[in-house]
């Protein structure tokens, strides 16, 4: 294939060109003169565009993720402890990705999983040390199915108790908040 003859069977600009709502009735768009600069012009425009659609979508994953959160402070703040650790509900995205630097694990990524409410992300602190991170827990459906510390190692036997005890509060907490919405 040669010159605009390559274009109408370039799959990618083809494609790339309706996502973009070019006309693809025109010969200019389907037989441009210069293929490949138009081609390399309509990837970057194409790609701009579905950075600004993948920032939206992130902006209102983070503003539903949030609002969810601040829900939990709510509802959990302060009441999930022993003597040694407390569970702590992040305060917003940000702290969640933070904890995933410090610890070196990747629950910064779990963003998109806590706004579709497949999971909840809280922190395991020691009580001693509210502020430093230690242990991140993963809730779903009545479970925690990863507690996990720096490096991600899973957490020691004397966390044992505590990471039972939290689950059942959880679940006791969080139970009791769905029957009140239902």
Same mark, same amino acid.
């Not at 799959?11 to 389907?30: F, H, I």
């Not at 703040?77 to 904890?99: F, G, M, T």
């Not at 004397?158 to 769905?178: I, T």
């Given at each position: 294939?040669?010159?605009?003859?390559?274009?109408?069977?370039?799959?990618?600009?083809?494609?790339?060109?309706? @996502?973009? +709502?070019?006309?693809? /009735?025109?010969?200019?768009?389907?037989?441009?003169?210069?293929? %490949? $600069?138009?081609?390399?012009?309509?990837?970057?425009?194409?790609?701009?565009?579905?950075?600004?659609? @993948?920032? +939206?979508?992130?902006? /209102?994953?983070?503003?539903?993720?949030?609002?969810?959160?601040? %829900? $939990?402070?709510?509802?959990?703040?302060?009441?999930?402890?022993?003597?040694?650790?407390?569970?702590?509900?992040?305060?917003?995205?940000?702290?969640?990705?933070?904890?995933?630097?410090?610890?070196?694990?990747?629950?910064?990524?779990?963003?998109?999983?806590?706004?579709?409410?497949?999971?909840?992300?809280?922190?395991?602190?020691?009580?001693?040390?509210?502020?430093?991170?230690?242990?991140?827990?993963?809730?779903?459906?009545?479970?925690?199915?990863?507690?996990?510390?720096?490096?991600?190692?899973?957490?020691?036997?004397?966390?044992?108790?505590?990471?039972?005890?939290?689950?059942?509060?959880?679940?006791?907490?969080?139970?009791?908040?769905?029957?009140?919405?239902?």
């Amino acid at each position: 294939l040669v010159g605009s003859e390559m274009c109408i069977r370039d799959r990618d600009y083809v494609g790339w060109a309706e @996502e973009l +709502k070019y006309n693809l /009735k025109s010969q200019y768009v389907l037989f441009p003169k210069n293929f %490949k $600069d138009v081609h390399d012009k309509t990837f970057e425009e194409y790609q701009r565009q579905r950075d600004k659609i @993948e920032r +939206k979508k992130q902006a /209102k994953e983070r503003r539903t993720v949030n609002r969810l959160l601040k %829900k $939990d402070i709510e509802l959990l703040d302060s009441k999930i402890y022993d003597k040694d650790y407390i569970l702590k509900v992040p305060e917003n995205c940000q702290e969640i990705q933070k904890e995933g630097q410090v610890l070196g694990h990747c629950v910064g990524g779990y963003i998109p999983h806590i706004a579709k409410r497949e999971c909840d992300v809280y922190f395991i602190r020691k009580k001693s040390d509210p502020d430093t991170p230690f242990f991140t827990v993963d809730w779903r459906r009545g479970k925690i199915v990863q507690c996990q510390g720096k490096g991600r190692i899973h957490y020691p036997q004397e966390m044992v108790e505590f990471v039972r005890y939290a689950e059942e509060k959880l679940n006791f907490l969080k139970g009791k908040e769905d029957k009140k919405a239902a």
